[in-house]
């Protein structure tokens, strides 16, 4: 009971993210105080823990439904903290630094839960679990990222066909334009491939098709209800989770290439062609996201069961100060450069 409880602590930002709405001054920042100050504050003084579970805990720990009871409550609260943010944005009393800050934090929300849980329930492969990965994905119009994360990113990681992995020397600034571009298409070309199949564009085959519908339908609900301000200010938010997301891929994959065997092929995806991070700060807030050597390498294993693995590329810190790093190129390029000639050493 007690190891399914330490993944409520991501609660935690859902809690900062009501202050922010019903608050004003200082508070309404604490959400990105908190992501971004003292997470990574915090684990430059915490080793990380790559202990893994034994086969019977990790037996336990796959088919214990409280994991995934806590999944669904991130559904329930990220909708209750979306409307909280469009019915309070608008308040008369708001500053302009009160109303950046609301939406910062609902950007925060999006991301870590609109955008990161989805990608954990978009692995399963029950339609109750698929349909909540997409309602979360729909709370950022980022519900391209079911299709090409699954059927495309997990195919061409760490090639140069992945528009989701950074190559060697790319700086973040270069790689955001590169992959939200690339991955909407990547979804666009999947579908339709998918569609033609059935030999029918419009049809429930191509799902960008109705993707598109739905979010539109839910901007449109969002400008009836509260306005051209409030949608407006919701769009900022979606894209700043979609930018949070965004930088996630670029540090889980920077540098790290797989071997070419054929024209079209490469080596199956292993633990070292993704970074991991055993930072337990980090890896508690985005239920385990930063152990993604093990993702990769088996998309089927759920969240709690995730391993570290010694031969893999390890992050000097967790993902919310690596995000940090990764916005001073000069700076991230010294410290990963150095980590992949000590990787690449090893592996020789």
Request: charged share 15%; proline share 4%; hydrophobic share 45%.
């Amino acid at each position: 009971m007690t190891r399914s409880l330490k993944y409520l602590t991501p609660f935690i930002l859902f809690f900062l993210g009501y202050l922010s709405f019903t608050k004003t001054g200082l508070i309404v920042w604490l959400p990105l105080f908190y992501s971004f100050g003292l997470i990574p504050f915090i684990e430059l003084f915490i080793l990380p823990d790559a202990k893994n579970l034994e086969k019977a805990e990790e037996d336990m720990a796959k088919n214990d439904i409280k994991y995934d009871l806590i999944l669904y409550l991130v559904v329930i609260f990220q909708y209750v903290l979306l409307w909280l943010f469009l019915s309070r944005i608008s308040q008369s009393n708001l500053s302009s630094l009160d109303i950046i800050g609301r939406t910062i934090s609902m950007g925060l929300l999006c991301g870590i839960f609109g955008i990161n849980v989805a990608h954990e329930l978009g692995h399963r492969v029950n339609g109750f679990e698929q349909f909540l990965a997409k309602s979360l994905l729909l709370t950022s119009l980022y519900m391209h990222f079911f299709i090409e994360h699954n059927k495309g990113h997990h195919k061409n990681v760490s090639t140069p066909v992945d528009p989701s992995s950074a190559k060697l020397n790319e700086s973040l600034y270069a790689f955001l334009p590169q992959t939200l571009i690339g991955t909407y298409l990547g979804a666009w070309k999947i579908s339709i491939s998918e569609a033609k199949k059935k030999k029918r564009f419009f049809n429930i085959n191509n799902e960008m098709f109705y993707f598109q519908i739905i979010q539109c339908g839910f901007l449109l609900l969002i400008y009836l209800a509260f306005g051209l301000k409030v949608m407006t200010l919701f769009l900022f938010s979606a894209f700043i989770g979609a930018l949070l997301l965004e930088s996630v891929n670029y540090i889980e994959h920077y540098g790290l290439k797989r071997i070419k065997t054929g024209e079209n092929n490469y080596e199956r995806v292993l633990p070292i062609h993704s970074w991991n991070s055993d930072h337990i700060m980090g890896r508690l807030l985005l239920f385990e996201l930063s152990r993604h050597s093990d993702h990769h390498y088996m998309a089927s294993r759920k969240y709690q069961i995730l391993r570290n693995f010694e031969h893999s590329p390890q992050m000097p810190t967790g993902y919310p100060g690596m995000i940090l790093l990764s916005l001073i190129p000069p700076l991230w390029f010294r410290v990963m450069h150095k980590r992949l000639q000590e990787f690449n050493s090893k592996a020789e």
